[in-house]
Each structure stands twice: as structure tokens, then as C-alpha cells.
């Protein structure tokens, strides 16, 4: 499976962004889709995940803020981020898993929220 990842930038704080994921290869094999985080000097972190069941599960950061989702046709997940704060500011990583539990990552994309 690869990842192409796209739509980060710099935005001011309370403003929005979607990061958009698209996965190309063994796509039949895909499980779970989700977007990951890491600032600097911090451990990458989960942010949101979706399942091919439709269940998805948020950072306690970002709930209420972020909607992550997923475009079955085009094996696109997307990340929904509103209402952005300094704190949101991060290189952001697509993340799959398939239904071997193999994960694959897709190459970073920075956000960065500040005035």
C-alpha cells in the first residue's frame, strides 16, 4: 500500500484545514485509516482513525474540532480540522492498516497554526 498525503499548511489560529490521504496498491486489504501527529520534541501521537466498519475514535484534543473520513471509491481518508490552535501545530502522518494488521505510513505533511 502507498500513501500520498496532501493539504497541510500555515493557517491562523481558529481557522481550518483538510488533510486528504489517498492510498493506492493492495486497497482491498485496508482495515483502518487514520492521521497521526508529531510536534517537535514530542511523540507521535494518535489524532484520529476510522475502521471499515465506520467506527472512529479522536485525541481528547481534538474532539469537537476534527472529523476524520472516508471515501471508500477513492481510498481516500480525509482529516476535517476546525477551530485550529497554536497547539495543533504539527507534521501530521496518514496512517493504514490492513486486515493483517500491517500498518503503513504516508509521508508527513506540515500544519502549522499561528498568527
Known amino acids: 500500500v502507498q500513501l500520498q498525503a496532501s493539504g497541510g499548511g500555515l493557517v491562523q489560529p481558529g481557522g481550518s484545514l483538510r488533510l486528504s490521504c489517498a492510498a493506492s496498491g493492495s486497497i482491498f486489504s485496508i482495515n483502518v485509516m487514520g492521521w497521526y501527529r508529531q510536534a517537535p520534541g514530542k511523540q507521535r501521537e494518535l489524532v484520529a482513525a476510522?475502521?471499515?466498519?465506520?467506527?472512529?475514535v479522536y485525541a481528547d484534543a481534538v474532539k469537537g474540532r476534527f472529523t476524520v473520513s472516508r471515501d471508500n471509491d477513492k481510498s481516500t481518508v480525509y482529516l476535517q480540522m476546525y477551530s485550529l490552535k497554536p497547539e495543533d501545530t504539527a507534521v501530521y502522518y496518514c496512517?493504514?492498516?490492513?486486515?493483517?494488521?500491517?500498518?503503513?505510513w504516508g509521508q508527513g505533511t506540515q500544519v502549522t497554526v499561528s498568527s
Open positions: 496512517n493504514v492498516g490492513t486486515k493483517n494488521a500491517i500498518y503503513y
Open positions: 476510522l475502521n471499515s466498519g465506520g467506527s472512529t
